[in-house]
């Protein structure tokens, strides 16, 4: 993906072996909707812990900072107990799931309950490269990523949840369609205007070391 050192690289696409286990994910997912709807109350709790982490990462991407994140995952989570009934398997259930995060966060953002994004990184949390050997190193790391995602902040609304969710989040642009609701053409150009501008940004204010960024085509 396009942010090395704020992703830490993430997946290609999948092989034949993942795709089996996606199929198989997928299978064990819609067993557990079945089950819920079937009146096993437990099942809601063995989807939360297959997915609340997802779900966490999806939201604290999209919000940045802030101790409102379990509010978030808990509205996602209410959110599903209501529609569960709803779904009948017509998509993948981690591209619903994703869907439903993705509407829950934006009207945390649209109702004025964080304001800017920025996702600030510890120490410890600095990914690691063959350059990075020292705590000064670390630090430096620490500190373009602060900047990285400050620029991400800057984008506008659209543009950033594209952004996030391909290249933080490692979903495919096929999925970001499914989940948006949008042509795949629309996430590409999203995309592509997402990168220019990210990219142009952060080569002004410098935050573009050798081992900080890799493009790819």
Request: charged letters at 25%.
């Amino acid at each position: 993906m396009w942010l090395s050192v704020v992703s830490g690289g993430l997946a290609t696409a999948p092989g034949g072996g993942e795709r089996d286990d996606r199929g198989e994910a997928d299978a064990a997912d819609l067993a557990l909707v079945v089950s819920y709807q079937r009146g096993n109350g437990n099942a809601l709790g063995d989807i939360y812990r297959r997915h609340g982490k997802r779900v966490e990462s999806v939201a604290r991407n999209l919000l940045g900072p802030s101790s409102e994140i379990e509010d978030v995952v808990q509205d996602v989570f209410i959110e599903l107990q209501r529609a569960l009934f709803k779904f009948r398997g017509d998509a993948r259930f981690t591209t619903w799931l994703h869907r439903v995060t993705v509407n829950v966060a934006l009207q945390y953002l649209r109702r004025g309950r964080r304001k800017g994004w920025l996702r600030w990184l510890g120490l410890d949390d600095a990914p690691q490269t063959a350059a990075m050997h020292n705590s000064e190193s670390r630090i430096e790391a620490r500190d373009i990523c602060r900047q990285l995602y400050d620029i991400l902040g800057t984008l506008p609304e659209k543009k950033r949840t594209v952004f996030v969710l391909y290249e933080l989040e490692g979903m495919s642009l096929e999925d970001i369609a499914t989940t948006l609701g949008i042509g795949i053409n629309t996430v590409k150009s999203r995309l592509f205007h997402a990168r220019n501008e990210v990219f142009e940004v952060a080569r002004q204010r410098g935050a573009l070391p050798a081992f900080a960024l890799q493009v790819v085509k």
